[in-house]
């Protein structure tokens, strides 16, 4: 357990509207990272932080943004969501552990655009 | 470019079979991770290994093990005697190890159903 919490964890929204989504994590990690999971696609990278205010796009990032005021949160804003970002979104970090590079996802948030 | 491919989309045993699921690999660095994740009906992602690319050692777990072999880039996971609580969706999983993880690439998943 890393400490990963997510909010909301289901959301329904309408196409056109303002969408952000919460990734908080307890253990002071510098990476923290946001997902898309998609039937057929695996996991596919949004966007990514090293550090508070220095983010990065991913492989997906169109129509996505993201912002880390603090270490502990890493927030993704879609900002007029569309039916194509119907999608389980999953944050992570990566942690280095007894030498080990390893990275840990949150319990991930179920979102609906209608 | 990293690409991770697992050719398996869907694959069904019954209980107490042992079962492989494949994952080959594509990356021109010298060092790299790779990892291996399951993910069961309930919707979470669970860590199960990670290797360094420098150690191919396979590894065993309880009833999990792991085959990795550079020459053939490939980083295979077998599940002895398998439950049906090993149902879930699998993702191997690949990360350049200078990219500190913003080139995590994962592969499309294996579903595995174990049937009672």
């Known amino acids: 357990d890393a400490g990963i919490t997510q909010s909301p964890r289901h959301k329904v929204t309408e196409t056109g509207t303002p969408v952000t989504l919460r990734c908080h994590q307890t253990e002071n990690h510098r990476y923290m990272y946001w997902y898309r999971q998609d039937p057929g696609h695996g996991l596919r990278l949004i966007h990514y932080s090293y550090g508070v205010k220095d983010t990065d796009k991913g492989e997906v990032s169109d129509g996505y943004s993201v912002s880390r005021s603090k270490t502990e949160d890493f927030l993704l804003t879609l900002e007029s969501a569309t039916s194509s970002q119907t999608s389980v979104y999953f944050c992570?970090?990566?942690?280095?552990?007894?030498?080990?590079?390893?990275?840990?996802f949150g319990p991930g948030t179920r979102l609906t655009v209608t | 470019a990293q690409k991770v491919t697992q050719a398996q989309t869907e694959i069904s045993v019954v209980e107490k079979e042992d079962v492989t699921l494949d994952c080959v690999y594509e990356?021109?660095?010298?060092?790299?991770?790779l990892f291996w994740y399951k993910q069961p009906p309930s919707g979470e992602l669970v860590f199960l290994i990670r290797r360094n690319s420098f150690d191919e050692q396979n590894e065993i777990s309880g009833r999990y093990s792991w085959n990795f072999q550079k020459s053939t880039s490939s980083f295979n996971f077998t599940i002895t005697a398998s439950q049906v609580v090993d149902s879930a969706v699998y993702f191997c999983?690949?990360?350049?190890?200078?990219?500190?993880?913003?080139?995590?690439?994962f592969g499309p998943g294996t579903r595995l159903s174990v049937l009672p």
């Open positions: 992570a970090i990566s942690a280095v552990r007894a030498g080990r590079y390893e990275q840990y």
């Open positions: 999983a690949l990360s350049e190890a200078a990219s500190y993880g913003q080139n995590f690439v």
């Open positions: 990356t021109r660095d010298t060092t790299y991770y």
